[in-house]
Nanobody, 127 residues
Framework: QVQLKESGGGLVQAGGSLRLSCAASERTNTVYTMAWFRQVPGKEREFLTVISRTGATTYYADSVKGRFTISRDSAENTVYLQMNSLNPEDTALYYC????????????????????WGQGTQVTVSS
């Protein structure tokens, strides 16, 4: 089974940017739909964005649309999350996830749609 490892989190001031990476242990291009979620203590995991198996289709939650961009590098088996215009409400533990479901990517927005998860990387945005 694929293993995922996030990196790139850290502390940033409001208005700043970060790029998160999710490295997979095996090929993900054309095999897995990939997504990013985040979670704050006491709340459910929140869907942020998803990218299709080929990278041709992306979909974003309203909370991050226009600020975050998901992409995938097939050669590196890595998925990225570019985060701009960060605000304190973006503070959370960010997770990447992989799904092998044969469903169009835009429908895969639930935590239960994903089988494989990374351990998360913390993003903290100061005001």
């Amino acid at each position: 089974q694929v293993q995922l490892k996030e990196s790139g989190g850290g502390l940033v001031q409001a208005g700043g940017s970060l790029r998160l990476s999710c490295a997979a242990s095996e090929r993900t291009n054309t095999v897995y739909t990939m997504a990013w979620f985040r979670q704050v203590p006491g709340k459910e995991r929140e869907f942020l964005t998803v990218i299709s198996r080929t990278g041709a289709t992306t979909y974003y939650a309203d909370s991050v649309k226009g600020r975050f961009t998901i992409s995938r590098d097939s050669a590196e088996n890595t998925v990225y999350l570019q985060m701009n215009s960060l605000n304190p409400e973006d503070t959370a533990l960010y997770y990447c996830a992989a799904s092998d479901r044969l469903t169009v990517a835009v429908r895969l927005t639930l935590e239960s749609d994903y089988t494989y998860w990374g351990q998360g990387t913390q993003v903290t945005v100061s005001s």
